[in-house]
């Protein structure tokens, strides 16, 4: 038990009386249990991070047509210097380039071209999230519904890629986006040639 004791004297008829004052802090070394052990579950822990993988399909298809699917659903996103963002659609066909855009990080720019790709895939999120509030549904049911959902074979697949001027700050605008429009199906992937020749063009 923790105490603090001063000792006084007080004088009583012309006697002196020899008194001490103590606090206990005891109370307090409770109270700081409790509050430790409040924090300690009150406090959420960090939960794993997952991110879902396209399997290859057990349906037999040559490979002309898978990368001409592949590439009908892809979209290229590529990180500049000074803040600059592009991206295009698809792959070069039959020696045409695609058309390489410019846009930004605003509600009016990336944002609005992933809702628009992958709009029939945020319906359905919302629509789970609807019924969540309605059924009640938990947790766990709710991402396992919505990761299948997202992870859709017609839902689009994005490749993010830096060049070596751009910045961490893009790439974590980029990571959110994703969050943002439900894409299912994105890979972070070194530049290649063809993207920086596509770059040289349009700068």
């Known amino acids: ?12 008829k ?8 103590r606090v206990d802090f005891t109370p307090m070394v409770d109270l700081g249990f409790l509050l430790i052990t409040f924090f300690m579950l009150a406090t959420t822990l960090s939960k794993p991070q997952t991110m879902e ?9 040559n490979e002309e047509d898978q990368t001409k699917i592949k590439a009908s659903r892809a979209v290229t996103i590529l990180l500049g210097k000074e803040n600059k963002v592009f991206y295009y659609e698809g792959t070069r066909e039959n020696n045409i380039d695609p058309v390489l855009v410019e846009t930004d990080f605003s509600p009016k ?20 999230k609807a019924k969540r509030e309605v059924t009640k549904l938990s947790y766990q049911d709710f991402e396992k519904q919505k990761n299948e959902i997202i992870s859709d074979k017609k839902a689009p697949i994005i490749l993010i890629k830096g060049t070596i001027d751009s910045s961490y700050k893009n790439l974590i605008d980029a990571l959110d986006e994703m969050a943002i429009c439900n894409i299912g199906r994105y890979a972070i992937v070194d530049i ?12």
């Not at 038990?1 to 009583?12: F, I």
């Not at 012309?14 to 004052?21: A, C, I, Q, V």
């Open 192 to 203: 290649t040639p063809f993207d920086l020749e596509l770059l040289a063009k349009k700068l």
């Open 53 to 61: 993988i396209a399997m290859p399909s057990k349906e037999k298809i």
């Open 14 to 21: 012309g006697k002196t009386k020899k008194m001490s004052t």
């Open 1 to 12: 038990m923790s105490e603090v004791s001063q000792d006084s004297q007080v004088k009583q």
């Open 109 to 128: 720019g990336m944002r609005q071209f992933l809702i628009k790709k992958n709009y029939d895939i945020m319906v359905k999120v919302r629509d789970l």
